[in-house]
């Protein structure tokens, strides 16, 4: 399949089916005890810095466990399969003195996760696998203060921003990505910086991608940490035209619920949804067995409020493969055009009727 192929097939399979994404990477990763060599291998073996715990530089260290976790997910019954590069702007990187190497690790990222999922689709041609570009949020923030003493001081410039999210981007395209995830997303202002990003290059020439786009709600308040309520969060990226918008991470099925339906209610475009493993217990790990969040999800599905599903911290591609199995043959929520009218936001949503 051509690329272009490829995104025909992933529109036409959402109008078909509710999509499944794969689940966490952390927790795999985590699960497989890995030293500081593999961190290192051979190319970074001398490197200045302790490199355990960056699993985006597995894509060039350890990229048989990349590959593996794509085919876990993928057996699993996932649709979609992020690329290993959550955290590989420049700016993410230099917590590790690694900002030379984030188009290589996106580079290798995105071959990799095509390499499994072209080998998937080969097997199994009535269900084509496709590959998500992951693009994380940031250590910095561009709509807060990093010095409560001074509201106006910031890290970074948008610019600065929008540079980090262009170098990742361009690699991850040329990787041979499928569509752009913008998630986990705290702060909209970095997430708009992405979006420029993305939108820029299409201007200069770069065949475009879908682009989904995922918040999080950070606490029961149901607004992201840089205050935005979900009709806000929408207001601000609508214009991008995503092929997804949808929430991830920090809660639970039972406490996103509500911010789910309330996308679906507002939104003009395809709902996801990949919530964590219920929330953390005291020692930090995910309680909520594989069943437990199916049949959550399950619910949704059968209410309508979802296209895509999938799971975050603390999923496994067993509650993968539950929550495949929990909604194949559901139909996928229907998505309704909404009246034309000036919506704006602020911390609040503001609409002119």
Same mark, same amino acid.
């Given at each position: 399949?051509?690329?272009?192929?490829?995104?025909?097939?992933?529109?036409?399979?959402?109008?078909?089916?509710?999509?499944?994404?794969?689940?966490?990477?952390?927790?795999?990763?985590?699960?497989?005890?890995?030293?500081e060599a593999?961190?290192?291998?051979?190319?970074?073996?001398?490197?200045?810095?302790?490199?355990?715990?960056?699993?985006?530089?597995?894509?060039?260290?350890?990229?048989?466990?990349?590959a593996d976790?794509?085919?876990?997910?993928?057996?699993?019954?996932?649709?979609?399969?992020?690329?290993?590069?959550?955290?590989?702007?420049?700016?993410?990187?230099?917590?590790?003195?690694?900002?030379?190497?984030?188009?290589?690790?996106?580079?290798?990222?995105?071959?990799?996760?095509?390499?499994?999922?072209?080998?998937?689709?080969?097997?199994?041609?009535d269900?084509?696998?496709f590959v998500?570009?992951?693009?994380?949020?940031?250590?910095?923030?561009?709509?807060?203060?990093?010095?409560?003493?001074?509201?106006?001081?910031?890290?970074?410039?948008?610019?600065?921003?929008?540079? #980090? =999210?262009?170098?990742?981007? /361009?690699?991850?395209?040329? @990787?041979?990505? +499928?569509?752009?995830?913008? *998630? %986990?997303?705290?702060?909209?202002?970095?997430?708009?910086?992405?979006?420029k990003?993305?939108?820029?290059?299409?201007?200069?020439?770069?065949?475009?991608?879908?682009?989904?786009?995922?918040?999080?709600?950070t606490?029961?308040?149901?607004?992201t940490?840089?205050?935005q309520?979900?009709?806000?969060?929408?207001?601000?990226v609508r214009?991008?035209?995503?092929?997804?918008?949808?929430?991830?991470?920090?809660?639970?099925a039972?406490?996103?619920?509500?911010?789910?339906?309330?996308?679906?209610?507002?939104?003009?475009?395809?709902?996801? #949804? =990949?919530?964590?493993?219920? /929330?953390?217990?005291?020692m @930090?790990?995910? +309680?909520?067995?594989?069943? *437990? %969040?199916?049949?959550q999800?399950?619910?949704?599905?059968?209410?309508?409020?979802?296209?895509?599903?999938g799971?975050c911290?603390g999923?496994?591609?067993?509650?993968?493969?539950?929550?495949?199995?929990?909604?194949?043959?559901?139909?996928?929520r229907?998505?309704?055009?909404?009246?034309?009218?000036?919506?704006?936001?602020?911390?609040?949503?503001?609409?002119?009727a």
């Amino acid at each position: 399949m051509t690329r272009a192929e490829r995104i025909a097939a992933l529109k036409a399979a959402a109008r078909e089916r509710i999509l499944i994404l794969d689940g966490s990477w952390g927790v795999m990763i985590q699960r497989r005890g890995l030293a500081e060599a593999d961190y290192r291998g051979e190319r970074f073996r001398d490197h200045a810095s302790p490199l355990k715990g960056d699993n985006d530089i597995l894509c060039l260290t350890r990229p048989d466990i990349v590959a593996d976790l794509h085919d876990a997910y993928f057996a699993a019954g996932a649709d979609i399969s992020e690329t290993n590069t959550f955290t590989a702007t420049s700016i993410a990187q230099a917590d590790y003195a690694l900002q030379g190497a984030v188009r290589d690790i996106n580079l290798a990222g995105a071959r990799i996760a095509r390499e499994v999922a072209d080998r998937w689709t080969a097997q199994e041609p009535d269900k084509p696998r496709f590959v998500a570009g992951s693009i994380g949020p940031l250590n910095v923030m561009l709509s807060m203060s990093s010095d409560v003493n001074d509201p106006g001081a910031r890290k970074v410039t948008f610019d600065q921003v929008c540079g #980090a =999210y262009r170098e990742q981007v /361009l690699a991850l395209h040329e @990787g041979g990505v +499928d569509l752009f995830l913008i *998630e %986990t997303i705290t702060d909209t202002l970095n997430c708009k910086a992405a979006i420029k990003a993305i939108l820029d290059l299409e201007d200069e020439g770069l065949e475009p991608l879908p682009i989904w786009i995922s918040g999080t709600i950070t606490d029961r308040s149901g607004r992201t940490l840089s205050g935005q309520t979900v009709e806000a969060f929408w207001n601000s990226v609508r214009h991008a035209r995503p092929f997804a918008v949808g929430l991830n991470c920090a809660l639970g099925a039972e406490l996103m619920r509500p911010h789910i339906a309330e996308l679906a209610r507002i939104a003009d475009t395809l709902v996801a #949804a =990949y919530p964590n493993a219920g /929330l953390p217990n005291a020692m @930090g790990e995910y +309680d909520e067995g594989p069943h *437990e %969040t199916a049949c959550q999800l399950e619910e949704w599905a059968r209410s309508g409020i979802v296209n895509i599903l999938g799971g975050c911290c603390g999923t496994t591609p067993d509650h993968i493969r539950h929550v495949a199995e929990a909604v194949r043959g559901v139909k996928p929520r229907r998505v309704e055009e909404r009246r034309p009218a000036m919506r704006l936001a602020g911390l609040e949503a503001f609409e002119l009727a």
